[in-house]
């Protein structure tokens, strides 16, 4: 009976034991990513995060891409533009396929270089791969009144204009 409880034990040992280097293995590295990233901010002279629709944070504000283009030209213009940026994605959203052509063209008309955290790791922005797009100015959705629903420009039922 004795020798019974004593292999349950070394076997509960030994399951517990691999059960804990599958789940060690599955979370490897990626606290090095973050902290590789963190670190790697400081080594870049201006910060800007994505966010939702295209739009960007920018010092703490939500800019859109026109507007956040322009933060740059005044910087520009007084003499401040940096030499390099690093995008990174917000709390809210992740680096999307707009925020690179936007990044993109600024890239172009300022002449800074922008590199983007790309799930750990840094990429530098390439203008003509990333098909660097026109800088626009962000519009919210137009959400319409529950009341016009289903109804046409003339104010009548769409299911009256039908029959």
């Given at each position: 009976m004795?020798?019974?409880?004593?292999?349950?034990?070394?076997?509960?040992?030994?399951?517990?034991?691999?059960?804990?280097?599958?789940?060690?293995?599955?979370?490897?590295?990626?606290?090095?990513?973050?902290?590789?990233?963190?670190?790697?901010?400081?080594?870049?002279?201006?910060?800007?995060?994505?966010y939702k629709s295209g739009q960007f944070l920018v010092d703490g504000a939500v800019l859109s891409a026109l507007d956040t283009?322009?933060?740059?030209?005044?910087?520009?213009?007084?003499?401040?533009?940096?030499?390099?940026?690093?995008?990174?994605?917000?709390?809210?959203?992740?680096?999307?396929?707009?925020?690179?052509?936007?990044?993109?063209r600024m890239q172009l008309d300022y002449g800074f270089a922008v590199y983007y955290d790309d799930g750990g790791t840094l990429k530098k922005i390439n203008p003509v791969e990333t098909k660097a797009r026109a800088l626009e100015d962000y519009h919210a959705p137009v959400k319409m009144s529950d009341e016009l629903q289903g109804k046409s420009a003339a104010g009548s039922s769409m299911d009256q204009e039908q029959h």
């Open positions: 004795t020798r019974f409880t004593t292999m349950f034990h070394r076997a509960g040992a030994a399951l517990l034991l691999g059960s804990l280097l599958v789940l060690g293995g599955c979370h490897r590295g990626s606290a090095k990513d973050e902290a590789a990233i963190a670190q790697a901010k400081s080594e870049f002279d201006t910060t800007i995060q994505a283009g322009s933060h740059f030209a005044y910087l520009k213009d007084v003499g401040k533009l940096p030499k390099t940026v690093l995008l990174v994605p917000s709390d809210d959203s992740k680096i999307r396929k707009a925020h690179l052509q936007f990044m993109a």
